[in-house]
């Protein structure tokens, strides 16, 4: 099933591959204070940006983390 929005697909998928698992592996969690792989997550678009939400692979706790659209590449109203 497709976790994200079809705007926060756009976007998420005009973002360079090897920086999506960088920031697939790199969400702050508050239960561990340390960044951590988010898991289970869902994407939705917030404005020109998208904010995943899902679950910390070390202690499941919710986790979630804002990401910037590639400015320039896509302009959605
Ligand atoms: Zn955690």
Redesign the pocket.
Known sequence: MNPFTPKAELIWYSIPEVHREAILRNVW????RTA?EIVDYTGKDVGRDIVLEGR??????R?ARHVEAVRGKIAPK
């Open positions: 969690c508050g239960n561990c951590v910390c692979a070390v202690c499941g706790g986790v």
